[in-house]
């Protein structure tokens, strides 16, 4: 009677361990497929960025070359763009994948050859830039104000000099406000 039992106990136990092995390999190989699918969906996405960011360049260098073919007439009318920076301040960088976060309130350290921000002679370019944002955010007031009058959409753009598209977008956050 000890010998069957122990059998039992035998074949019992290899059957729980075949049944927990096969679990594992199961979920073993499922990971390594769901891997597979998203390292496969990561290249897809990192392909539409890479495509994304083309055209982006490409928009951009098309807006700044119809920036600089504008009539004498028409840039009184414009509203500032990118168009309008100085020479000196290079475009706004991409920022990268790879550069950790600063998660601390202190300042991060200066780089070489950047000039400081607290030398006052070479805060022009930054000057301009300040003032350009004046503009367009004087620009957007102006948008708004009109808007709460009861203007159209199509007059407000063309009064500021901003596009109908952003004219829509301010009226849609204002109506989203009430």
Request: charged share 30%.
């Amino acid at each position: 009677m000890t010998e069957t039992s122990s059998l039992q106990l035998i074949f019992v136990d290899l059957l729980f361990l075949l049944v927990a092995g096969g679990m594992g390999f199961y979920f073993r190989f499922w990971l390594q497929r769901e891997t597979r699918r998203q390292d496969s969906r990561i290249e897809a996405l990192e392909k539409q960025h890479e495509g994304l960011e083309k055209l982006t360049e490409r928009l951009t260098t098309t807006c700044r070359l119809l920036e600089r073919h504008m009539p004498a007439s028409a840039p009184s009318q414009a509203r500032p763009t990118l168009g309008d920076a100085p020479s000196s301040v290079p475009p706004p960088r991409r920022p990268s994948v790879s550069r950790p976060r600063r998660t601390d309130n202190t300042p991060a350290p200066s780089r070489v050859g950047e000039p400081s921000p607290s030398r006052a002679g070479e805060a022009s370019p930054e000057r301009e830039w300040e003032q350009m944002a004046e503009r367009s955010r004087e620009a957007y007031r102006l948008a708004r104000e009109l808007l709460e009058q009861g203007m159209s959409t199509t007059d407000v753009a063309r009064q500021v000099g901003l596009g109908v598209a952003e004219v829509n977008v301010l009226k849609r956050m204002r109506d989203a406000a009430r």
